[in-house]
């Protein structure tokens, strides 16, 4: 039997890495950090689309049949697991492609106050004083702080990307598909958010070990030039800290944060509801 595929997307810093981590627990359960499945797609979709010189060789039928033979394909060796969630910010903005090719598929979005993600962004910047990290992506400009969340914000750059996807899944025609999770809730409560999700895709509940949840990828790190970027705490839990970026910066990205008022949205969210004076 053909396993089911869930995918898991968001926001950078906000705990899709800790999330694949509990998840892949579970024996039933393929899940881990980002795959190569999402450029994949975009790269078949390029070769067979307009401007190209094959897009007369294949139809809709058979891109199709492509697409879903190449996820297949790529979580072959995972055949004896029954579901298969796979991560990349960019599935967001696939939802139409996803639930076509997979109608049954949810999309578990994982969020976190946006002023944070660049705090933590910036963090890990500063504890590598003597690297050159390729997290800025092209953006030259890095001298200070200012200049480096700038970037980040930009919307073909790592935070601005992932937010204006999520953005377009949370008020666009598929969200009922959508599971946002803040990162804050999972960490203080992960017995009571895994449950809910647990309940969003249909599955039965699992003792997950939430003591010792365990994940890292050195080998993909250290090219980045970010060690540690996806290393995961055994025990999860939620640890409070002092900003490091300006208080002005703080505050201008804390109103970035859109998902927990669902007005407008079908969305399902696991979210603390907005203060009175965020409203």
Request: glycine share 6%; proline share 7%; charged share 20%.
């Amino acid at each position: 039997m053909s396993p089911k595929f869930h995918f898991i997307s968001g926001l950078p810093r906000s705990g899709s890495t800790l999330l694949a981590a509990i998840l892949r627990q579970n024996p039933r359960f393929q899940a881990g950090m980002t795959s190569p499945v999402g450029s994949f797609v975009n790269a078949l979709l390029t070769q067979v689309s307009a401007n190209s010189e094959f897009a007369n060789q294949v139809d809709q039928h058979q891109r199709k049949n492509l697409l879903s033979g190449l996820f297949r394909s790529y979580y072959e060796q995972d055949a004896e697991k029954s579901v298969i969630f796979d991560t990349n910010r960019m599935w967001c903005a696939k939802l139409p492609l996803l639930l076509d090719l997979f109608p049954e598929a949810k999309v578990i979005a994982c969020a976190r106050n946006v002023a944070w993600v660049m705090d933590s962004i910036e963090r890990l910047y500063r504890s590598n004083p003597y690297e050159q990290t390729r997290i800025f992506g092209a953006n030259p400009a890095r001298t200070t702080v200012y200049q480096r969340l700038e970037g980040l914000a930009q919307h073909e750059q790592l935070v601005g990307f992932a937010w204006a996807a999520l953005r377009e899944a949370f008020y666009g025609e598929h969200a009922k598909s959508l599971l946002v999770i803040d990162y804050d809730l999972l960490t203080q409560a992960p017995q009571k958010v895994i449950g809910l999700l647990y309940d969003f895709i249909g599955e039965p509940h699992f003792a997950h070990d939430f003591e010792h949840v365990e994940y890292d990828a050195p080998d993909f790190d250290l090219p980045l030039g970010v060690p540690g970027l996806h290393r995961v705490k055994p025990k999860v839990a939620f640890t409070a800290r002092r900003a490091v970026i300006p208080p002005d910066l703080f505050d201008k990205y804390s109103k970035m944060t859109f998902w927990t008022d669902p007005a407008g949205s079908a969305a399902n969210v696991i979210a603390p509801k907005p203060s009175p004076q965020d409203s």
